[in-house]
């Protein structure tokens, strides 16, 4: 019989019965790719039956305390999880190739080996690669397992063998099931391998960390499905070009998905940062007009992260504007504030906006230090480097208040910040803060008046 074969979209997952050159369900162009009908149940296991053998209960019945959770002994991958790891729960970690992923779960071994049997399955790296990795990171236990396989098959069989509390899997774009026709890494291997280790999550209780690499758009290479399979999905971000590496989490079935985890990429591997505020703050410039310091919230973490714009006389008719970390839409509007209500002629300028350190402000808090970094460079007068300034702008101009203000103004007070330019009417709510100065403005004009050195 002439197999089957199916069209699947590479970016969704989308299946439709025939080639297109868009794909109908996301719009993608050119991701259309035949493949065998992957057959309705490719991966068997006698656990199955006791899925369709178990009852539904009253949700009343069941024990609150059963999401049992763990430390992997990195408090900053903790704190991205929602307090720890849950046990039988899937997390898929995605990120650039080299960017250290299979460094971070190498690392997080050496804490779980200490109460867990970790089964590490690898198809990048062969085993004796994995040991001189081991070796120089310091993970040596006789309860880390590691094996170097690809087939989906073997890496079951030694999870059977070897019965581990935790698996760790790098990456799924290795793994294949040979049931199926299709390459590894294409959309029905990779949707048919997650079936397996979500099957083996559930079923047996086993946590499973899946790495995944992520392709040029910044998605999980293969189907987005993917990313709903598993319980958690966890992004390791950051600049090839820098040590720092940014851990966020796009998906948590157990917790928020607002807190970020960083790290330092070192010679013996990665090191977590207690404290981001001062790394991102390293290497200031002192004194150059076109930077001002504001603080956002990252989870319930505030965070202090510089603002850099740059405002040129434009060469062309057009002027260029860009951002980097920074809302485009949101910092053209703020220019055109700038414009009508700041009395600045900025719209004859090309105008850059950079965020340091590869984070990414979406928090309307960082409006202020935006509007004054950009006047900053615009009239070439410095913002004096112990200035922060908070708060949302509106279209008229006036400044709005934002959510834990006091709670940010402390941490700009903790490293050393001396003042802090806030929206007006929040100046009597607010108490005091020793040592640090609050410079209340009601609107754009009277901030940057307060935030601006005068010029000599
Ligand atoms: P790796 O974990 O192999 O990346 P991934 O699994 O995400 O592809 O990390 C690779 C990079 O990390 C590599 O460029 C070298 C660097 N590195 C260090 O700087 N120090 C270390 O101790 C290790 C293990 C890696
Ligand atoms: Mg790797």
């Known amino acids: 019989m002439k197999q089957k074969t199916l069209f699947y979209c590479t970016a969704c997952g989308n299946e439709t019965p025939k080639w297109a050159g868009k794909c109908p369900a996301c719009g993608a162009w050119n991701t259309i790719t035949e493949q065998p009908e992957t057959p309705k149940c490719a991966f068997k296991s006698g656990k199955q039956k006791n899925f369709t053998a178990r009852k539904a209960c009253p949700i009343t019945d069941l024990q609150s305390d059963e999401e049992i959770r763990f430390p992997t002994g990195m408090r900053e991958l903790d704190r991205v999880l929602g307090g720890g790891a849950v046990k ?16 971070l779960m190498l690392q997080i071994c050496s804490r779980l080996c200490e109460s867990s049997k970790v089964l590490y399955v690898s198809g990048e790296e062969s085993e004796h690669q994995l040991k001189l990795r081991a070796k120089r990171l310091r993970v040596e236990s006789a309860s880390l397992y590691v094996i170097s396989e690809t087939s989906l098959g073997g890496m079951l069989e030694s999870v059977t063998a070897e019965q581990p509390d935790i698996l760790i899997v790098d990456s799924i774009q290795t793994l294949y099931n040979d049931a199926l026709d299709s390459p590894a890494g294409s959309v029905s291997q ?9 099957q083996l999550a559930k079923g ?50 157990f917790g928020a998905t607002n807190e ?44 202090l992260a510089e603002i850099q714009a740059l405002v040129v006389t434009s060469a062309g008719g057009n002027p260029r504007r860009t951002s980097n970390g920074f ?36 928090e309307p808090a960082a409006d202020l230090a935006a509007v004054v970094a950009l006047a900053s460079s615009y009239l070439d007068r410095p913002v004096p480097g112990d200035l922060v300034a908070i708060g949302e702008v509106g279209l008229t101009g006036e400044l709005r208040t934002v ?5 940010r103004v402390s941490e700009a007070r903790r490293l050393g910040f001396k003042k802090c330019v806030i929206p007006a009417h929040r100046l009597e709510k607010l108490g005091d803060f020793p040592g640090l100065a609050l410079l209340p403005a009601r609107n754009i004009g009277e901030a940057i008046r307060a935030a601006l050195r005068p010029k000599e």
């Open 403 to 407: 959510s834990q203000l006091a709670q």
């Open 327 to 362: 809302d485009y839409n949101r910092s053209a509007m703020l220019l055109a504030v700038l414009e009508k209500r700041g009395g600045l002629r900025i719209s004859a300028c090309d105008a850059y906006l950079n965020i340091i350190g590869g984070l990414w402000l979406d």
């Open 260 to 303: 970020i985890g960083v790290f330092e990429m070192r010679d013996e591997g990665l090191s977590q940062v207690e404290n981001p505020s001062e790394m991102l703050l390293s290497g200031r410039p002192d004194d150059a007009p076109g930077t001002c310091v504001t603080c956002v919230m990252e989870g319930v973490r505030p965070v």
């Open 190 to 198: 990779v949707k048919d391998c997650t079936m397996a280790l979500m």
């Open 88 to 103: 039988g729960s899937l997390v898929l970690v995605g990120g650039a190739p080299g960017i250290g992923k299979s460094t």
């Open 204 to 253: 047996q209780g086993i946590t499973v960390f899946v790495i995944g690499h992520v392709n040029k758009e910044g998605s999980i290479a293969g189907p987005k499905v993917l990313e709903h399979m598993v319980d958690c999905v966890l992004y390791f971000e950051g600049d090839q070009h820098t040590s720092y590496r940014i851990l966020r989490a796009a998906k948590n079935r």
